[in-house]
């Protein structure tokens, strides 16, 4: 049994106190984590390994001083491969990195690895062409979810403190709810996403993993830079909403996870209230989730690799896909297909309709977030398909997923998934926390106060 000491039980704040009362050298640290990768090998977590120190001029002073992260391989490190899971771009070789990656290294982080993806960031299960996908470290048998796969599965099974993703739909929140880890997505335009390779260019954003909220919030202090502001302290116990739509047909083991994690926050002095959404339709907001994501794909992928000369060409890297998954999404992509301009615009007004009303309902009800489950149900099996079996028919897997995180990615609102608990066989369950447009520094605290209260460790 490890004892608590180890550096691998360190969170990110841990390590990097260690490492700067020097319990610890980074040499030691680095290889304590090394260690515990390759003991752990099976998940699959990452597509490549590096443990770089972190850079010379960095001092105990920095935020993130001497500490590891994972880093998805959509996100550019100078020097290290990004092949976003994909045939045409295995050997893709960026000699420059991502901002939110220089952020981090000046802060003083350092690369454990680029960890695995769904092929392009473009799915929820995790598979892609270069590897078979992560498995969950609470139950193997089962996938760590996706996009941002590997991620999840290095955090969660303390391979790393903390790491990197990337969600358009969900892909940050998704496998770190079914992992039992944190995952926050940012507001959109938040952190800055030169050097990702991204789905959509007005619905993707680099989110983190950890496993303290805490921690989310030092890495968010750390990538929005100048956008980053000094939290004001909630004065109130917090104020949630549950949309019933978000609650509607649930896998009862989930529902009995997330009926019990609220039942331990209103026992503890939070308001919770139930309301409905009038006007509300799956429809509308699964197809702007999709088609906006679908219409944007082709320039989003252009602009990137536009910034990496000897590059392929757009097209050729979705011509290449190897998923059949993905080639059904992309393909009909090619030579500027998909969604003509005026689906995309209605799928645009949905959102900003969404928007509205859910800023209405928030407003009208003094709510600081709205809360439901992060997913539908647990962590799908590893021989999950591309449709799934529900008590209202069959499904799509994807659809089914991103169903509740769609939400905060149409709106463009910063939303965060915290552990709410485990069904009866194991699987971790995660309780969606989604606020305004602006409001990260608020909702961080009041996920903090949630983790506490649902870990034993804190109050109202």
């Known amino acids: 049994m490890r004892r608590p000491s180890e550096p691998t039980d360190w969170t990110l704040a841990q ?16 290889e304590a984590l090394a260690v515990r990768t390759r003991e752990h ?18 001092t ?11 880093v998805k391989d959509n996100i550019d490190v100078a020097g290290v491969r990004t092949t976003a899971g994909t045939p045409a771009l295995r050997r893709h070789l960026p000699s420059r990195s991502s901002t939110v990656w220089e952020r981090c290294a000046r802060a003083g982080a350092a690369l454990a690895g680029k ?7 473009y799915g929820i299960t995790g598979h892609h062409a270069l590897g078979p996908p992560s498995l969950n470290p609470s139950a193997p048998d089962h996938l760590a979810g996706g996009s941002s796969s590997g991620t999840a599965a290095a955090v969660a099974a303390r391979l790393v403190p903390a790491g990197l993703g990337t969600d358009t739909g969900g892909s940050v929140r998704i496998p770190a709810a079914l992992c039992g880890v944190i995952g926050y997505r940012p507001t959109l335009g938040r952190y800055p996403a030169d050097g990702v390779v991204r789905v959509s260019t007005s619905r993707d954003t680099v989110g983190v993993m950890t496993r303290d909220v805490h921690d989310a919030h030092l890495l968010d202090r750390v990538l929005a830079g100048p956008h980053a502001r000094a939290a004001t302290p909630l004065r109130r116990v917090p104020r949630a909403v549950l949309p019933a739509p978000l609650w509607e047909d649930l896998d009862p083991q989930v529902e009995h996870v997330c009926r ?15 309301r409905a959404l009038p006007g509300f ?15 944007e794909t082709r320039c ?45 615009e209605e799928a645009l007004n949905t959102a900003r309709l969404l928007a509205s009303r859910l800023d209405f309902l928030r407003g009208r009800e003094e709510a600081h977030v709205l809360l439901a489950p992060a997913t539908t149900l647990p962590a799908p099996g590893k021989d999950v398909g591309a449709a799934l079996v529900r008590p209202s028919g069959e499904a799509s897997t994807f659809l089914t997923y991103i169903r509740n995180t769609a939400v905060a990615a149409v709106t463009g609102s910063p939303s965060i998934t915290v552990p ?36 034993g460790r804190g109050s109202a």
């Open 115 to 121: 960890t695995a993806l769904h092929e392009l960031a």
């Open 300 to 344: 989003a992928l252009a602009g990137y690799l536009t910034r990496h000369p000897g590059a392929p060409e757009a097209d050729d890297v979705l011509r290449a896909v190897s998923g059949e998954d993905v080639r059904d999404l992309v393909l009909p992509l090619l030579g500027g297909g998909g969604p003509d301009r005026t689906a995309y």
């Open 260 to 274: 019990a994690a609220c039942e331990r926050l209103s026992v503890a002095g939070w308001e919770l209230v139930e």
């Open 420 to 455: 709410a608990g485990h069904t009866a066989s194991g699987l971790p369950v995660g309780l969606l926390l989604d606020a305004a447009p602006g409001a990260d520094t608020m909702l961080l605290d009041v996920a903090e106060r949630a983790a506490d209260l649902l870990t």
């Open 281 to 295: 339709s799956w429809h509308d907001v699964l197809r702007s989730a999709t088609l906006v994501p679908a219409h």
């Open 60 to 70: 105990p002073e920095n935020p993130l001083f001497g500490v590891l992260l994972a």
């Open 15 to 30: 390590a990097v106190a260690h490492l700067r009362a020097l319990r610890i050298s980074p040499a030691a640290y680095r």
């Open 41 to 58: 090998a099976h998940l699959n977590a990452y597509l490549s390994e590096a443990f770089h120190t972190a850079l010379d001029e960095v």
